[in-house]
């Protein structure tokens, strides 16, 4: 994980009951002008996921981008990488070492 720390810390199932809510609470994470560019996701919290966990980390990237900074997902659930790479978006979720 980096310096700055998580800034987003989801907690329990990331699935299709949840997903909406927990996209609705964190819209706008990336707006304070105080952020440093670089933000972190910390996953490690998440018990269970389903294919709208992939679909919710693709989202927070794009207004992460939106916003002009990245984010990286720290302690990514393999169930959840395992999804992502079904879907061929591994490389939006958990860079490779070589991209990073």
């Known amino acids: ?18 997903v909406g809510a927990v996209l609705a609470k964190s819209s706008g994470f990336a707006d304070p002008p105080e952020l440093p560019q670089h933000l ?5 919290a998440v018990t269970g996921v389903d294919s709208s ?3 919710l980390l693709i989202e927070w990237r794009r207004i992460a981008h939106e916003h002009g900074r990245t984010l990286e997902f720290a302690n990514v659930p393999p169930n959840l990488m395992a999804l ?6 591994a490389e939006m979720i958990q860079p490779s070492p070589a991209a990073a």
Do not use: H
């Open 53 to 55: 966990a992939v679909a």
């Open 1 to 18: 994980m980096s310096d700055e720390g998580a800034l987003l810390r989801p907690e329990g199932a990331l699935d299709f009951g949840t």
């Open 84 to 89: 992502a790479r079904l879907y061929g978006v």
């Open 40 to 44: 972190v996701a910390d996953l490690s």
